[in-house]
C-alpha cells in the first residue's frame, strides 16, 4: 500500500524513505529541497516539491496512500513555510491535507506529542530515538496489519 513521508528531507524522514523505498513498493516523499527530491527519486521514491506548509500541496500529493508518516522536525526547522505562522498551523494543515486524501493510518514522528489526526489509526513515535531505533518503529507500524491508536 502506498505510503508519503512528509517532511523526507529531514534526517529522520530520509533514514524513513530510505529503509521503505524498494521497487515493490509505492513510497511518496514531500520535500522542501529539491537536491533531496533528486536523490530520492533515484532511490525509486516519487518525489514533490513544496512548502511543507500548503495543505492543498500535501492533500495532493497525498492521495490514495493508505500511511502518511509525518516528521515534525519539517515544521520547526529552517525552511520556508509560506502558508503558516506556526508549528501549530503545520501540524494542522498535514492533518486536513492527509483526511481529505483519505490517508487510513497516520505516523508521527516527533519530540512532542502532536495534535490527533482525524485519520482512523493515528500513533506517534518518539522522534528522540536512535535513528535505527526510530526507522524500525515506523517501518513495524507501516507494515502491522493494524496499529493500536492513542
Known amino acids: 500500500m502506498p505510503v508519503i513521508i512528509v517532511g523526507a528531507d529531514t534526517a529522520e524522514g530520509n533514514a ?3 529503509r521503505m523505498t524498494s521497487p515493490e513498493r509505492e513510497v511518496r516523499v514531500f520535500v522542501s529541497d ?3 527530491a533528486e536523490r530520492l527519486r533515484a532511490l525509486g521514491a516519487k518525489a514533490a516539491t513544496g512548502d511543507v506548509s500548503d495543505a492543498s500541496h500535501i ?3 497525498s492521495l490514495a496512500a493508505f500511511t502518511a508518516v509525518l516528521c515534525t522536525t519539517a515544521a520547526t526547522d529552517d525552511r520556508e513555510r509560506s502558508f503558516a505562522r506556526d508549528r501549530a498551523e503545520v501540524l ?4 486536513e491535507a492527509v483526511a481529505a486524501a483519505g490517508v487510513r493510518r ?3 514522528v516527533d ?3 502532536p495534535p ?3 485519520c482512523a489509526e493515528d500513533v506517534v513515535v ?4 536512535p535513528i535505527e531505533s526510530l526507522v524500525n518503529q515506523v517501518v513495524d507500524l507501516d507494515a502491522a496489519q493494524t496499529i493500536p491508536t492513542r
Not at 494542522?92 to 492533518?95: A, C, G, L, N, T
Not at 518518539?126 to 530515538?129: A, E, M
Open 16 to 18: 524513513i524513505a530510505q
Open 34 to 36: 529539491p537536491g533531496a
Open 59 to 61: 492533500e495532493g500529493a
Open 92 to 95: 494542522s494543515s498535514w492533518i
Open 106 to 108: 497516520v505516523i508521527w
Open 111 to 113: 519530540v512532542d506529542d
Open 116 to 118: 490527533r489526526s482525524r
Open 126 to 129: 518518539d522522534g528522540s530515538l
